[in-house]
């Protein structure tokens, strides 16, 4: 069965710091993998999603994250975290052939001033 | 943005009572999902549509059901609404040609209280 955990409930960096989120799967053949982000008061928006192509995908908002599959991982990275990017992120996975997606619990990021 | 339209955006509900929600969508696509949201959860599918009255159960189906007599509307029925129902519950789309790849598009979401 397919499944993702995301490391950290929330997580706080100051503006201009790295930031890095968790994401971790569980899946018996390589998935498509997802980070969407979601501001207050609204639906979901994709950031990235990583379909075997390459390995380090970029997203929006100068996003990116890498699929390590030894490490069965897809963290989420941005150099410098901007006040804009306080948000709640997802991490999820879609099993190959099918049209499921199974969503993380989420990581709640703070950036302070 | 995807045209996804849902409604109502805020509902408040005694326990019991039966309550219907619309997503509504401009964009043609063939999936439609519906979602509910609560914390420490993420998003846990609660019933899709792969097209006109085709649906299916997501992991968290039981006291829901959908129907989907058009393309471009999904509605999502509580028949006898809980407490435990209380959520906000979002509308999702994605085109349906692509496969597990594909990206969806959400609604803004309907927060739904059962009292």
């Known amino acids: 069965a397919q499944s993702v955990t995301q490391l950290g409930s929330h997580v706080s960096v100051s503006e201009g710091a790295l930031v890095l989120l968790r994401c971790n799967y569980s899946?018996?053949?390589?998935?498509?993998l997802f980070w969407y982000v979601q501001y207050p008061n609204q639906g979901l928006q994709l950031l990235l999603k990583y379909t075997s192509a390459a390995t380090l995908v970029k997203g929006i908002n100068g996003f990116e994250a890498e699929f390590k599959k030894s490490e069965t991982s897809f963290h989420l990275t941005k150099p410098s975290a901007h006040m804009s990017d306080a948000a709640e992120y997802f991490c999820?996975?879609?099993?190959?052939?099918?049209?499921?997606?199974?969503f993380g619990a989420g990581t709640r990021l703070f950036v302070k001033a | 943005d995807a045209g996804i339209t849902q409604s109502p955006r805020h509902k408040v509900t005694e326990t019991g009572t039966p309550v219907t929600l619309r997503c509504h969508q401009t964009?043609?696509?063939?999936?439609m999902y519906w979602y509910r949201q609560d914390p420490g959860h993420g998003l846990r599918l609660i019933h899709y549509?792969?097209?006109?009255?085709?649906?299916d159960k997501g992991e968290v189906s039981d006291g829901y059901s959908v129907s989907r007599s058009k393309t471009e509307d999904f509605l999502l029925t509580l028949e006898s609404a809980t407490s435990s129902q209380t959520s906000v519950y979002f509308c999702?789309?994605?085109?349906?040609?692509?496969?597990?790849?594909?990206?969806?598009?959400f609604g803004p979401g309907t927060r739904l209280l059962v009292l």
């Open positions: 964009e043609n696509h063939r999936y």
């Open positions: 999820a996975v879609s099993p190959p052939g099918g049209f499921k997606t199974i």
């Open positions: 549509s792969y097209g006109v009255k085709d649906t």
């Open positions: 899946s018996s053949v390589p998935p498509y």
């Open positions: 999702a789309i994605s085109e349906g040609t692509s496969g597990a790849q594909e990206t969806q598009y």
